[in-house]
C-alpha cells in the first residue's frame, strides 16, 4: 500500500503534516486529543477504503506554528477547509475530539463533504466532561490499574527501560477509556500538546453546538459508539436522532473500537464509505 508523507502550508501560515496512504477516493481522517497527533491511529485506519489522509492537527505532533498564529478551535475548522480544498471531493471520519471537529465543519460547510462518519465522537455540548472525568478517575483506582502501578514501580524498569516504563506509565492513564483495560497494552502512545489543548479548550468556553448539529444531513452522516464508553453513548444517540443520522452502537467497546473491535468498527465504516475508485 502507497504511503506519502509530506506538509501543507495554510493559507494563515500554519504547515500541517499530512501522511496519505493508498489510492482512490480520498477519506480525511482528524485525530482526537485536542492536540494529540495522528500516529496512534496508525495503522488501524488505514483499514479504511481508499486513498486515506491524515494529519497532524496545528501545533501538535509534526505540524508547526509561527508565534501568534492562531490555534483555537476555529483556526482548526480552518483547517480541515485547507486539507480538503487540497485533496479535492472526500469523505471525512472524525475520531473522538476530532468527531467533534469533524461534526462542526460539516454543520457549517453544508455539501462540503460527501459522506461523514463519526467514531467515539465528543459531544456537541460541553455538559459531557464532568462524567468523563469521574469515570476516567474512577478506572485509576481499580483493582487491575492499582496493581499494574505497584507492579511497574517494583519492576526496576524506571532505571533499566526507561523508555519502556513510559510506555506502561502511559499505558495506566489510558486504560479508563477501555472496556478491558488491558487492551490499553495495544494503544500507540500519544503525547498530547499541553498548550495547544488548553488554548482550544479555552476558545470554546461553555460550547453547546447542538442547534448546528441538527442541521446536518443525516442521510449522509453515520455515528459508531463504544456501549461502555466513558463518554455516554446515549448521549450521541440523542446527538444523530437531532439529524436524522444512522447510530450503531458496539457491544462491549469502550472509546478505542478500532482496538477494542476492530472488525465489526471497520465493516461498518466501509460498508458506510463504500467504493474507494
Not at 499530512?18 to 488505514?46: C, K, N, Q, S, T
Not at 516504563?165 to 495495544?186: I, K, N, P, Q
Request: hydrophobic residues 45%; proline residues 5%.
Amino acid at each position: 500500500m502507497a504511503a506519502l508523507d509530506r506538509f501543507l502550508t495554510t493559507p494563515d501560515g500554519a504547515s500541517l503534516f499530512v501522511h496519505e496512504i493508498g489510492e482512490g477516493r480520498p477519506v480525511v481522517v482528524l485525530h482526537g486529543g485536542p492536540a494529540a497527533g495522528l500516529d496512534y491511529l496508525l495503522p488501524a485506519f488505514a483499514r479504511l477504503p481508499g486513498r486515506v489522509v491524515l494529519y497532524d492537527q496545528r501545533g501538535c505532533g509534526r505540524s508547526t506554528v509561527a508565534p501568534g498564529t492562531a490555534l483555537d478551535f476555529d483556526a482548526n475548522l480552518r483547517d480541515v477547509g485547507a486539507v480538503l480544498d487540497d485533496v479535492g471531493a472526500a469523505d471525512l471520519v472524525g475520531y473522538s475530539f476530532g468527531g467533534l471537529m469533524a461534526m462542526m465543519y460539516a454543520a457549517r460547510n453544508p455539501g462540503r463533504i460527501a459522506r461523514l462518519a463519526l467514531a467515539s465522537a465528543a459531544p456537541p455540548h460541553h455538559g459531557f466532561r464532568a462524567a468523563l472525568d469521574a469515570a476516567l478517575a474512577a478506572a485509576q483506582s481499580s483493582p487491575w490499574v492499582s496493581a499494574e502501578r505497584e507492579a511497574l514501580e517494583r519492576s526496576g524498569l524506571r532505571e533499566l527501560h526507561p523508555e519502556e516504563y513510559r510506555r506502561r506509565r502511559f499505558t495506566l492513564t489510558v486504560a479508563g477509556y477501555f472496556a478491558d483495560a488491558r487492551l490499553a497494552h495495544g494503544l500507540v502512545p500519544f503525547k498530547v500538546q499541553a498548550r495547544t489543548a488548553e488554548v482550544i479548550r479555552g476558545s470554546m468556553g461553555e460550547f453547546d453546538f447542538r442547534d448546528e448539529v441538527a442541521g446536518l444531513d443525516g442521510a449522509r452522516t453515520l455515528f459508531v459508539h463504544g456501549d461502555a464508553d466513558p463518554i455516554d453513548w446515549r448521549i450521541l444517540h440523542g446527538t444523530a436522532a437531532s439529524c436524522g443520522a444512522r447510530f450503531e452502537l458496539l457491544t462491549a467497546c469502550g472509546h478505542v473500537p478500532y482496538l477494542e473491535a476492530a472488525e465489526p468498527f471497520f465493516s461498518i465504516l466501509r460498508a458506510f464509505l463504500g467504493d474507494a475508485s
